[in-house]
């Protein structure tokens, strides 16, 4: 195609026809301030705060909408576009509630940055503003609509990364406002909790509900015994609260951080993903055994789980009946783990650090009681994780790296690690699949095929002579034609695996927030954290669950066998169809 | 959620199922059950964005969107006062305050008994009548009707309420 010649601030830059003004800038390293644009996602150009001049013409124009011609002479930075920014900013703040010194976003609020980047110094119009909604009754995610600039990121978001739409824009002028059909309550619609919405939401509109209160107290309660778990993606992503690369790896300072702040055990979440991979390798092989329902479909997405009870119950059976990873590792710790160290489980209280905000939900789900007891007593998010470290006044660069507790629960294999990737739990699976049927240990370890961060993926492998389809679906608008050819009866697969969110738990909804500006370069981060992962895998001697010395010893010792009685008890639960709207 | 009659389903179905192929059928089906129920139920919502697949949000934005569309249902007889700027300096609010004074009606509501709905309306373009009242399909230009308005006012209220 013919370059097409432009002028940006009195420069002569090349460009593509049909690229956006704001794009050109952005190769060209010319910083255009932007708030509702994110790349691949929102393309409206709502909030004309990218407003730029071009010669010739009389009003600016919204650069991230418009395309550039040939010999375009545009001003990002005149005089006139300038003020217009900071007026922009003037007016969406003076519908915004500004107590951002108490506000979860505070420091790391996209509008508090833009205001001071643009020079807004003072409250030019105050005066009315539009009555707000706040709903934290879902288990998950809070909405505070006071807080909301209706840059419509979230709805997008809902919209084309999960292709569900729970949020959308309602009333109109002043009255506008963002929120579930009936401005209800999360709890009260066909919303999954997967936190997407808040990961790009650019304010504090949309946030996880905080338990950090709750682990504050029971850590300080002497009479508590507080044991605290880590999932495999919150070490890839927790390096983020602290500015630190995307992509570190922070495993080692981590247990170190909770440690130091007093949590009685510090296990691996990992541990409790080799016990999934154990009960849902074999979950599989006796459904392909014995004639069950197949496609066996994973549940470790709690995200996912929601979505099936309300949009597919017909598929229910289906889904694996195991429990997620760290609700097996919490079922074991109050039971396994209380009788050995002989403390009364009501005694211990169990955290999860996850990056996930469906998980808080999943935790107080009514089908994952064990004899009355919750496995998990508090879900944090990785960030609220990184909001505890600060609060507990530790260094968190500068703590050495430190292990975690090896008695019971400390080993772990390099195919637990994985889980917090789109395609990990699936690989696991199949390590230990094939060896499990074709009795054996096979060198045969990474399923390149069902790697990736983005798009479906499949593969067909044969174990034991048998071929084996398989799928990885991460977002449910890349799990929903899957799920459809279930329903018609013309899917071809054996076993899928089905994550929430796009990439996986690495993206999920509790992660670090990604700021618009990364999001929309060139830095792929769910990739770098995926990396991460993937090299803890291949760091470790072990790599397949069923090797786990610590995983043998607790069948032989108190669960038996893989699906028995004890461990059906323990580690498995069942669903029930759910309302989309209550 | 309160549960809607079994008819206004079974219409709710035939509507959906009469605009489904047509281009644009969101506000043709919101229309109708608008004209045919007297606002637009949840159900219908439901329904709607399942012909249309399109989420329940996305259609709700289109009903609070255009002020034609209520989520309440609307009284038997709905009254509308027009505020637009002719009808207003020619004393509309006037009007408006002294019909929500007969009918226990509050603006812009309904009356707890359901006979009657107000609302207050933009210009409805027929100034020439101002101040302009519209009673279900009976326009009274208040200059000169006003005495007839109050009195078909007070009849429904005398048929309905005293005998009712």
Known sequence: ?582 | MKKIKEEYLVRIDEIVKMHQDKPGPVKLMLHEVQKELGYIPFEAIEAISEATNRSAADIYGVVTFYSQFTTEPKGKHVIGVCLGTACYVNGSQTILELLSEMTGCPVNGTSSDGLFSIDATRCVGACGLAPVVSVDDTVFGCQKQLEELKMLVLNYIKEERVNG
């Open chain 1, 1 to 582: 195609m013919e370059k097409i010649k432009v002028k940006i601030n009195n420069r002569e830059y090349l460009a593509n026809p049909g690229q956006t003004i704001l794009d050109v800038a952005r190769e060209n390293n010319i910083h255009i301030p932007t708030l509702c644009h994110l790349k691949d996602l929102t393309g409206t150009g709502s909030c004309r705060v990218c407003q730029v001049e071009i010669k010739g013409m009389n009003k600016l124009v919204a650069s991230c909408v418009y395309p550039v011609a040939d010999g375009m002479e545009i001003k990002t930075n005149s005089k006139k576009a300038l003020d217009a920014r900071k007026q922009i900013l003037e007016l969406i703040v003076s519908n915004h509630s500004k107590d951002c010194l108490s506000c979860i976003r505070n420091t790391n609020c996209e509008l508090q940055r833009l205001c001071q980047e643009t020079g807004v110094r003072e409250d030019a119009y105050a005066g009315a503003k539009t009555t707000p909604t706040f709903d934290d009754v879902a288990p998950g995610i809070v909405r505070d609509t006071s807080k909301c600039i209706l840059c419509g990121r979230c709805v997008a978001a809902c919209q084309k990364m999960q292709g569900i739409g729970i949020l959308g824009f309602q009333n109109r002028g002043f009255k506008t406002k963002i929120g579930p059909v009936y401005d209800r309550s999360f709890a009260d619609v066909n919303c999954i909790q997967c936190g997407q919405c808040i990961n790009v939401c650019p304010v504090g509109a949309l946030y996880e509900k905080e338990e950090i209160h709750y682990v504050i107290d029971a850590l300080d309660d002497p009479d508590k015994y507080v044991v605290v778990q880590t999932a495999p993606a919150v070490r890839a992503s927790l390096g983020e609260e602290f500015s630190m690369p995307i992509g570190t790896r922070v495993t080692g300072k981590m247990v170190s951080a909770l440690k130091l702040m007093g949590f009685d055990r510090v296990y691996d979440t990992n541990f409790g993903a080799d016990l999934t991979i154990m009960e849902e390798a074999n979950e599989f092989i006796n459904r392909v055994k014995n004639g069950g329902v197949l496609p066996q479909i994973t549940s470790c997405s709690p995200g996912w789980v929601n979505y099936c009870e309300m949009e597919y119950p017909e598929l229910l059976d289906n889904l694996s009946t195991c429990k997620s990873p760290h609700m097996m590792l919490g079922a074991m710790i109050k039971s396994r783990f209380a009788d050995i160290n002989n403390i009364p489980k009501e005694k211990i209280v169990t955290v999860s650090i996850m990056p996930c905000t469906a998980k808080k939900g999943e935790a107080r789900r009514e089908e994952n009681l064990v004899d009355g007891v919750q496995d998990i007593d508090y879900v944090l998010t990785t960030r609220e994780l990184g909001k505890l470290i600060k609060m507990y006044g530790i260094d968190f660069k500068a703590l050495e790296d430190e292990k975690y507790d090896q008695d019971l629960f400390g080993e772990y294999t390099g195919a637990a690690v994985i889980f917090g990737v789109s395609g990990g739990v699936m690989e696991a699976a199949l390590r230990t699949a094939k060896d499990v049927l074709e009795d054996g240990d096979f060198q045969q370890l990474e399923y390149t095929q069902v790697r990736g961060e983005h798009g479906l993926k499949e593969a067909s492998i044969e174990i034991a002579g048998t071929v084996i389809n398989v799928a990885v679906a991460h977002s449910m608008k890349l799990a929903k034609p899957l799920l459809e050819d279930i329903k018609n009866g013309v899917s071809k697969y054996h076993f899928i695996e089905i994550m929430g969110c796009p990439g996986g738990c690495v993206n999920g909804g509790g992660q670090s927030y990604v700021p618009a500006q990364i999001r929309n370069s060139n830095i792929d981060y769910m990739t770098l954290r995926a990396k991460a992962l993937y090299a803890e895998d291949e760091a470790q001697p072990v790599r397949k669950s069923h090797l786990n010395t610590q995983i043998q010893a607790l069948y032989k010792e108190f669960l038996k066998e893989p699906n028995s009685d004890v461990a059906h008890h323990y580690l498995h639960t069942h669903y029930h169809k759910k309302p989309r709207f209550k």
